[in-house]
Each structure stands twice: as C-alpha cells, then as structure tokens.
C-alpha cells in the first residue's frame, strides 16, 4: 500500500472517512490536498503536517466547477499533477425515508453525491497519468434498498453506475476507477445514530443485521480505499467494494445460522 511520490486529493476530508482516508494516505507517503465545506478539514491537515507529511488544505465546496477547479489548481501547482482522487463528499439529505421530499431537497443530495465525484474526475483527469487511481465513496445503500433515505440512496446507485462507465470511457489510458460501499460506519455523519444506541445502553444492537454484528470505523473504510488507491490492487477496476461486515452479502429470508 506505499504511496511514496503520489498526490492524493480527498474530498469531504474534515472528519469521518475522509480524514482517516487521507491520514492513512499521507502515512503511506502520498502528499494530500484535502477538501471540505467545513472549516475542521483545516485541522485534518495541521494533524498530517504535525506528523511529518504533506497536506494542503481548503474550504470549498467539492460540487461546483468552481470549487474543485480551486482543488485540482493547488494539487498541481503544490505538488505537481495528481496520482489518486477520493471523491468523497456527500450528505444524507436526512437520515429517515420519506415519501414527500421536495424536487430542491432532492436535487441537493444528488449535487453534492452525485455530480460532485463527475465534477471531481473530469476536473482531476487532465492532470493524471497512466497508474493514477480514482475512488469514489458509494454507500451499500446504493446496492440496494432498506440502508437509506431515497434521494441519498438514488445518489449512491448512480455513484456506483459513474465508477463503471467512467472506467470503461477510460479505456486505455491506464486509470482505474473503482468505489468502496460502506456499511453502517462510526462518523459525524451518523453521530445521531450512534448517539443516541450510546445514550440509551443499546450500543451493542448497533450493526446487528450484519454478520460481524457491529457498527464499522472510519479507518477500516481509509484501509480499503487506500488498497484501491494502491499498486497492490493494479488489476482492480470498475468495481465497487462493499466494506460493511457482510450486510450487503445475505438476503432476510434465511434462518440465521447461529440461532
Ligand atoms: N458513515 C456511514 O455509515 C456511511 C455509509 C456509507 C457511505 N458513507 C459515505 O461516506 C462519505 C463520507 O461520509 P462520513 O460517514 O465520513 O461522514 P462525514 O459527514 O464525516 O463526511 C462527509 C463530509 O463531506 C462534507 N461535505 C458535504 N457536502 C460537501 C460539499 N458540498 N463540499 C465539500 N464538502 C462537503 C461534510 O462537511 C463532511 O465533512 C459520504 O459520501 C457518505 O455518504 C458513509
């Protein structure tokens, strides 16, 4: 997994699977730029540089033209052309299924999770070679229903259809693409959740539909995604990687086995 001489861009890097994604990336020796709307992703590139590596870092919003251009700018001029792009931003929009959310609120969730990686890729893309790597963060909601409100996970189902036909256009140019699909992970994003199964003493049911019966951390998503990232996976392309404790591996119809 050595990332000696790569530059990495990771996107929604203030915290959650981001951060531990570009922490890892940095230990690894890639020099990262990271981006967030939040102003903690300044804090996640003072911890890298504190620890001896390389990271730059800005407040921007990773869904406009705009905002990434500014990214991809720093990525070349900082470090000199970019390597690995870990097109991770995204919101849930809500975390309950709803049947009557507005065409706006829609729409948000798709820009931000959507059309931000397709913003992130075609921007990066001129500035990456032969071996470089894409990730993108889907989400095992985007396999398929039950893990997530509707829009998010529309957003996720199209995420995992942009890692395949972005790899296939790709054909040729020696760039992989591929997505990891988280399971249900510890971070900011579903603090409310965690919080909450902590406040009330019910910690353990966390992760319960899962075979490995508990909840993930962010570190063993920025492990897998580091691999994808890495020449260690140089023949692994167009795939989407569920990291989510066999979730999304098993059907409710049969009896569970350790009953
Ligand atoms: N936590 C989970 O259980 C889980 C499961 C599956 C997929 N995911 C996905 O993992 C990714 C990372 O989420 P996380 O769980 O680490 O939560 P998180 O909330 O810590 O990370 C998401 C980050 O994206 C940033 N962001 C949102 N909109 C942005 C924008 N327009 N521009 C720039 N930054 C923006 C947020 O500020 C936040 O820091 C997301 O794409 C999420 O959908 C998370």
Not at 116 to 142: E, K, N
Not at 210 to 239: C, K, M, T
Request: hydrophobic share 45%; with cysteine; glycine share 12%.
């Amino acid at each position: 997994m050595d990332l000696t001489g790569k530059t990495a861009i990771i996107t929604g890097a203030a915290g959650g699977i981001g951060r531990a994604t570009a922490r890892l990336m940095a230990q690894q020796g890639a020099a990262v730029v990271v981006a967030d709307l939040n102003e903690a992703v300044l804090e996640t590139a003072a911890m890298i540089r504190a620890a001896g590596g390389q990271a730059e870092a800005l407040v921007t919003d990773c869904a406009t033209d705009e905002g990434v251009a500014a990214i991809v700018a720093r990525a070349v001029e900082r470090f000199g052309g970019i390597d690995i792009l870990h097109a991770n931003a995204g919101i849930t929009g809500g975390l309950l299924p709803r049947l009557d959310t507005s065409s706006a609120d829609f729409m948000e969730v798709l820009r931000i999770n959507l059309l931000g990686p397709w913003i992130a890729i075609r921007t990066a893309l001129p500035h990456m070679q032969t071996g470089g790597a894409i990730i993108c963060t889907a989400s095992v909601a985007g396999l398929r229903a039950g893990a997530g409100p509707i829009p998010y996970s529309a957003s996720k189902a199209g995420v995992v259809n942009l890692v395949q036909s972005t790899a296939m256009a790709l054909t040729g140019r020696g760039i992989r693409v591929n997505g990891v699909a988280p399971g249900l992970i510890d971070t900011p994003m579903t603090a409310p959740l965690f919080d909450d199964a902590r406040a009330r003493g019910r910690e353990d049911r966390i992760g319960q539909l899962n075979p490995l019966r508990r909840g993930g951390e962010a570190q063993e998503i920025a492990e897998a995604v580091v691999w994808l990232a890495s020449d260690a996976a140089r023949y692994v392309n167009g795939q989407v990687l569920a990291v989510d404790g066999g979730l999304s591996s098993q059907l409710p119809f049969t009896p569970k086995w350790s009953i």
